[in-house]
C-alpha cells in the first residue's frame, strides 16, 4: 500500500521560503501524475501546482519537482505572503497526502 508522508512546513516570516516534501513509501512504477494543493481556513482546497501549470497567484514564486530515486515530491516556496498560509496536500498517483500546515506571518 502506497502511503504519501509530508515535512517542511512551518512559520515563516513574509518573504520567506520554505520547501515541502511529499515522500512515498510502497511499490509504484514511477511518478506519472503530482501536484500540490492546499486548504486556507474557511475556504476551498484549491490546486496550487502540477507539473504542467501553477495557480496564478503562485506564478513565479512556487516550484514543483520531483526526485524519482528519492521517491519525493516537493514544492519550493519563495517569496511567501500572508495570503499562502493554508494546509498544503500533495497528490502523487491520485493519492493524497495528509497535509501539512504553512504560516506566515510576522
Known amino acids: 500500500q502506497v502511503q504519501l508522508v509530508e515535512s517542511g512546513g512551518g512559520l515563516v516570516q513574509p518573504g520567506g521560503s520554505l520547501r515541502l516534501s511529499c515522500k512515498y513509501s510502497g511499490t509504484i512504477f514511477g511518478i506519472y501524475n503530482m501536484a500540490w494543493h492546499r486548504q486556507a481556513p474557511g475556504k476551498q482546497r484549491e490546486l496550487v501546482a502540477t507539473?504542467?501549470n501553477y495557480a496564478d497567484s503562485v506564478k513565479g514564486r512556487f516550484t514543483i519537482s520531483k526526485d524519482n530515486a528519492k521517491k519525493t515530491v516537493y514544492l519550493q516556496m519563495n517569496s511567501l505572503k500572508p495570503e499562502d498560509t493554508a494546509v498544503y496536500y500533495c497528490l502523487v498517483n491520485g493519492q493524497w497526502g495528509q497535509g501539512i500546515q504553512v504560516t506566515v506571518s510576522s
Open positions: 507539473s504542467t
